[in-house]
């Protein structure tokens, strides 16, 4: 596999970026959401010290300030019904809240105060450690298969990359962290120039104003800047097969992709991309895998990063990034008809790109996409996250970018762009099971895998599945790595 | 500084309108019309301010309660995924592309006591959407084919979980502390039957036929509406939908007469986790038992009690320490949970969390510490209604208890008038070895 050469750098100071950009959506309600986004993250975690980023939002959101303790923010929250939640991908790191407009000065003093005057206690440190490596240790290794799988996979596609380690970090770096390096990150990354605030709700005129003179007390700074070339898939397909003592047998798969919202191509590949796997919503792979065959609970694909969906219907907002990603995303399936599952999505993806859509999906997946837009901003704090994210991308308002450019769009354009920018080969594949040995014989004999149904099925299906069941995987003895769970995020 | 005082002093002024406008009110604060049908349904319009969306819940009174004959667990569930599976009007690929033209986002989901289907969409797609769902409740038809195949996604989801012990030690606490109710088995059901489902196609036929009739139904439309259409949309298309009469007949659990224990061996690593768990009254509007008990499960295990702070930020024994009463039409369970970070501290853990439970009895708690729970829980509420599929789910939970979302304001006005002593009745009562339930969980060879 070879990547190409990845630059980080942090731009030049400039006062003219010095300032944070505010984002905006007043309005009447009572209800006031603050988003402070620093445009920092996983990626810019220094060498050696994976998941820095993440612990010291954690820490910052987690911990105490210099006024007040863990217990005593909890108790101050608490009658409120507030909380900051803090959420680190590899650009973005993300303080928000939502108070009621009664709650607004106390909320936000605490709030602020996390940011600018962190407590920097050692039990707290601890704490917040203990429960990153938990996370990694118990809840992603042990508890979770389907997220298991998804998260190598983002690990994976970005092989020497710096979105190539998990956002929570290694084992290895957890455990040798310290509270310096936190503080250390938190000099560099936490400026104003990364600062992107963002306000909705009926909060006072003057608001904004306060809090531009409130984080005034970070440094200037420069904003920190990520600049990636030539990142390639792999030659070949590749398979990791995570083992562990589990009943079922989870996929994952995908590919980087320079296709990111404001590109030419986006609301092409957005438009495949929801015909081919928008969750719950009849999307083909989840058509043919779980409503014609019962293989499981569902199939999706996307065309940007989507973290916890297993635990949600719609990506969460402000986790925007440079370099997106091509996925497929198989829920748990039964160790018999493991192989002929991913042989399925394999054959839907190839297929797709070589058939395209037709003039019938393109026209109801555009009537359908602006529409599911609104509902997805249907809250106030949504339509927050996904206007700052609109900020980072340089697009307008997400809702009439996507109608504008549907609006503009061809079905040859959607074609083309599927063609232009997804493979059917050279893809990373991810895989959560108990006996690996045979599951990788199994990938790799290029024997046929054929499926035993409890109910009769009709002729196209079945004379699919002739096909379906001798789908070359392109993978070779040395694509398919096994890997123990006790090894994953661990160095 | 300047601008900035008399910024605080503005605030301080909203803040002091704010409450006691904020205070005053219902606890659900939109207005909205209730009615019945000639054929028992029920409908029931919210309108909100927020603009644009309509948010649809059809909820029927039927969740995994109703599954009483052995065998047949995990059924109510089952049929939130059969209802996706068409019509002759309304096959599944026309239902879907019907969803997709209005940009829909669809789903359902079951609890013990009832099962809600939810659309979310743009509000000139109303009429098609009222239409679509009259035709899926009155005219579902499904092949024997179509139904096994479907078994088979519902295999799949309890697969998805499967990985997760909490599901599992979820499950044990249910087979452990029930012996004769329906509640004994989880939504999902025993995995024993979900495998045996696909044998099943005629008993799903009745399960249809007895459950999804319109008196066990209620209609919930909130968002950018106006009742009287809403009204004469619902009576065009599901007024022709015909009553039932079938009557179910829950086992009752008898009193527990002694303390029950059960635990898991989980067969990969993982942390150790303790269930403490007694029965529990069912939902009331009159009674202050249930309430009381909720206020226990907070003062006694949020993030804010004095063992949340001991064991989970000081001493920092547990990472996870929650407490739960949740409202159900039958007598079900307070549970409290921990996952523990070392195996040798379980059992002092799980004797915190008992003297804790005893402490409740003994001592009323602080009258101040009460109405924090009364002040947080107003706010609570308030800002999880930040849009309208929101305000329509939480009327659902209370119409899927009481068949209205003024249950809802009745139990909060119980809350503003619950006592110390409330809770410590409530302690006494419930809180007593023989009603007690412990379910402990370890990977295997841990101690148990």
């Known amino acids: 596999m070879k990547v190409g050469a990845?630059?980080?750098?942090?731009?030049?100071?400039?006062?003219?970026?010095?300032?944070?950009?505010?984002?905006?959506?007043?309005?009447?309600?009572?209800?006031?959401?603050?988003?402070?986004?620093?445009?920092?993250?996983?990626?810019?975690?220094?060498?050696?010290?994976?998941?820095?980023?993440?612990?010291?939002?954690?820490?910052?959101?987690?911990?105490?300030?210099?006024?007040?303790?863990?217990?005593?923010?909890?108790?101050?929250?608490?009658?409120?019904?507030?909380?900051?939640?803090?959420?680190?991908?590899?650009?973005?790191?993300?303080?928000?809240?939502?108070?009621?407009?009664?709650?607004?000065?106390?909320?936000?003093?605490?709030?602020?105060?996390?940011?600018?005057?962190?407590?920097?206690?050692?039990?707290?440190?601890?704490?917040?450690?203990?429960?990153?490596?938990?996370?990694?240790?118990?809840?992603?290794?042990?508890?979770?298969?389907?997220?298991?799988?998804?998260?190598?996979?983002?690990?994976?596609?970005?092989?020497?990359?710096?979105?190539?380690?998990?956002?929570?970090?290694?084992?290895?770096?957890?455990?040798?962290?310290?509270?310096?390096?936190?503080?250390?990150?938190?000099?560099?990354?936490?400026?104003?120039?990364?600062?992107?605030?963002?306000?909705?709700?009926?909060?006072?005129?003057?608001?904004?104003?306060r809090i531009k003179r409130d984080f005034a007390a970070l440094p200037a700074g420069s904003p920190d800047r990520l600049e990636a070339k030539n990142l390639a898939p792999p030659v070949h397909n590749q398979a990791t097969i995570i083992e562990k003592d589990t009943r079922s047998v989870a996929w994952s798969l995908g590919f980087p992709m320079d296709v990111k919202r404001g590109d030419p191509d986006y609301p092409a590949l957005l438009l495949a991309q929801s015909w081919l796997g928008q969750h719950r919503l009849g999307g083909r792979l989840f058509e043919r895998m779980r409503e014609?065959?019962?293989?499981?609970?569902?199939?999706?694909?996307?065309?940007?990063?989507?973290?916890?969906?297993?635990?949600?219907?719609?990506?969460?907002?402000?986790?925007?990034?440079?370099?997106?990603?091509?996925?497929?995303?198989?829920?748990?399936?039964?160790?018999?008809?493991?192989?002929?599952?991913?042989?399925?999505?394999?054959?839907?993806?190839?297929?797709?790109?070589?058939?395209?859509?037709?003039?019938?999906?393109?026209?109801?997946?555009?009537?359908?996409?602006?529409?599911?837009?609104?509902?997805?901003?249907?809250?106030?704090?949504?339509?927050?996250?996904?206007?700052?994210?609109?900020?980072?991308?340089?697009?307008?308002?997400?809702?009439?970018?996507?109608?504008?450019?549907?609006?503009?769009?061809?079905?040859?354009?959607?074609?083309?762009?599927?063609?232009?920018?997804?493979?059917?080969?050279?893809?990373?594949?991810?895989?959560?099971?108990?006996?690996?040995?045979?599951?990788?014989?199994?990938?790799?004999?290029?024997?046929?895998?054929?499926?035993?149904?409890?109910?009769?099925?009709?002729?196209?299906?079945?004379?699919?599945?002739?096909?379906?069941?001798?789908?070359?995987?392109?993978?070779?003895?040395?694509?398919?790595?096994?890997?123990?769970?006790?090894?994953?995020?661990?160095? | 500084m300047r601008s900035q005082k008399l910024f605080a002093i503005t605030l301080i002024a909203a803040v002091t309108l704010c409450l006691q406008a904020f205070?005053?009110?219902?606890?659900?604060?939109?207005?909205?019309?209730?009615?019945?049908?000639?054929?028992?349904?029920?409908?029931?319009?919210?309108?909100?301010?927020?603009?644009?969306?309509?948010?649809?819940?059809?909820?029927?009174?039927?969740?995994?309660?109703?599954?009483?004959?052995?065998?047949?667990?995990?059924?109510?569930?089952?049929?939130?995924?059969?209802?996706?599976?068409?019509?002759?009007?309304?096959?599944?690929?026309?239902?879907?592309?019907?969803?997709?033209?209005?940009?829909?986002?669809?789903?359902?989901?079951?609890?013990?006591?009832?099962?809600?289907?939810?659309?979310?969409?743009?509000?000139?797609?109303?009429?098609?959407?009222?239409?679509?769902?009259?035709?899926?409740?009155?005219?579902?038809?499904?092949?024997p084919e179509a139904f096994k195949t479907e078994t088979l996604a519902v295999l799949g989801e309890y697969n998805k979980n499967s990985a997760n012990p909490a599901s599992k030690l979820f499950e044990t606490v249910r087979a452990t502390a029930f012996e004769n109710h329906t509640y004994r088995h989880t939504a999902m059901g025993f995995l024993a039957d979900i495998q045996a489902m696909p044998n099943a196609y005629d008993y799903s036929r009745q399960f249809f036929d007895r459950y999804y009739r319109p008196e066990n139904t209620t209609i919930i439309v909130a968002g950018d509406v106006e009742a009287k259409r809403v009204r004469s949309l619902v009576d065009e298309r599901w007024g022709t939908w015909k009553r039932g009469n079938f009557k179910v007949r829950i086992p009752a659990e008898p009193p527990q007469e002694g303390a029950r224990t059960a635990h898991v061996d989980w067969p990969s690593p993982t942390l150790p986790w303790i269930s403490v768990s007694f029965h529990a009254p069912a939902y009331s509007e009159e009674g202050t038992d249930g309430i009381a008990l909720d206020a226990i499960s907070r003062l006694g295990f949020g993030n804010t009690s004095p063992l949340y702070q001991k064991l989970v930020i000081t001493e920092q024994k547990t990472d996870v320490l929650r407490a739960g009463f949740s409202n159900h039409v039958d007598p079900e369970l307070f549970t409290v949970t921990a996952r523990v970070k070392k195996q040798s501290d379980v059992a002092s853990v799980q004797q915190q969390i008992l003297d804790t439970l005893v402490g409740f009895a003994g001592t009323p708690v602080d009258a101040a510490k009460l109405d924090t729970v009364k002040h947080r829980l107003r706010y609570q509420v308030a800002l999880g209604l930040d849009n309208s599929e929101a305000v329509a789910e939480l009327a659902a939970r209370y119409v899927g208890l009481r068949k209205t979302p003024e249950s809802m304001n009745r139990e909060y006005e119980n809350y503003d008038r619950l006592t110390p002593d409330d809770l410590q009745r409530a302690a006494k009562k419930f809180f007593t070895e023989k009603n007690r339930t412990i379910v402990t969980l370890s990977s295997e060879g841990g101690s148990k």
């Open chain 2, 23 to 143: 205070g005053a009110g219902k606890i659900f604060p939109y207005p909205y019309v209730q009615e019945e049908l000639p054929n028992g349904l029920r409908l029931i319009t919210i309108p909100t301010e927020f603009p644009n969306i309509v948010s649809v819940f059809i909820v029927v009174g039927t969740g995994s309660r109703n599954e009483v004959e052995p065998g047949k667990s995990g059924f109510a569930h089952l049929f939130e995924h059969l209802m996706f599976r068409g019509t002759p009007e309304f096959p599944p690929d026309k239902y879907q592309a019907t969803l997709r033209a209005a940009g829909a986002a669809s789903n359902a989901f079951t609890t013990d006591d009832f099962t809600a289907y939810h659309t979310t969409f743009s509000k000139e797609d109303l009429p098609r959407v009222l239409s679509m769902e009259a035709d899926r409740f009155q005219h579902l038809s499904f092949e």
């Open chain 1, 292 to 491: 014609q065959r019962g293989l499981n609970y569902g199939d999706y694909a996307y065309v940007e990063y989507f973290p916890f969906g297993m635990f949600t219907l719609e990506p969460p907002a402000n986790i925007a990034r440079h370099q997106q990603i091509f996925q497929i995303w198989v829920r748990p399936v039964e160790p018999p008809t493991a192989t002929f599952t991913l042989r399925l999505a394999m054959f839907e993806l190839n297929r797709v790109i070589e058939e395209g859509i037709t003039e019938k999906d393109f026209q109801q997946t555009r009537s359908f996409l602006p529409k599911y837009i609104n509902v997805l901003t249907k809250s106030k704090d949504a339509e927050l996250g996904y206007a700052i994210d609109s900020a980072f991308y340089g697009i307008p308002n997400y809702n009439e970018y996507i109608r504008t450019a549907l609006g503009q769009l061809t079905l040859a354009d959607v074609n083309r762009a599927i063609r232009k920018h997804w493979h059917a080969d050279r893809i990373q594949i991810v895989s959560v099971a108990k006996d690996a040995a045979a599951l990788k014989a199994s990938l790799t004999s290029g024997e046929p895998s054929p499926i035993q149904y409890n109910a009769p099925k009709p002729k196209d299906i079945l004379d699919e599945d002739r096909i379906v069941e001798r789908w070359p995987l392109k993978l070779r003895p040395e694509d398919v790595q096994i890997v123990p769970v006790s090894q994953v995020f661990e160095n």
């Open chain 1, 6 to 209: 990845i630059v980080l750098t942090l731009a030049a100071a400039s006062l003219a970026f010095a300032e944070p950009k505010f984002i905006q959506l007043p309005g009447k309600s009572p209800i006031v959401s603050i988003r402070l986004v620093f445009t920092t993250g996983a990626a810019f975690d220094p060498s050696g010290k994976a998941g820095a980023a993440n612990l010291t939002a954690g820490l910052l959101g987690g911990g105490g300030t210099k006024s007040l303790t863990r217990k005593e923010i909890l108790d101050a929250m608490y009658p409120m019904a507030t909380s900051v939640s803090v959420q680190t991908d590899k650009e973005m790191t993300v303080f928000s809240g939502e108070t009621h407009i009664d709650n607004l000065e106390k909320f936000y003093g605490i709030m602020r105060d996390m940011i600018l005057n962190p407590g920097w206690r050692a039990d707290d440190f601890t704490r917040v450690r203990d429960d990153t490596l938990n996370t990694l240790k118990v809840s992603l290794r042990g508890n979770n298969d389907e997220e298991l799988g998804k998260e190598e996979l983002y690990s994976l596609i970005y092989t020497g990359h710096p979105y190539s380690h998990e956002d929570l970090g290694t084992v290895a770096a957890l455990t040798s962290m310290t509270l310096a390096d936190l503080q250390a990150f938190y000099k560099r990354h936490y400026t104003q120039a990364n600062l992107m605030v963002g306000l909705a709700g009926g909060y006072p005129a003057n608001f904004p104003e």
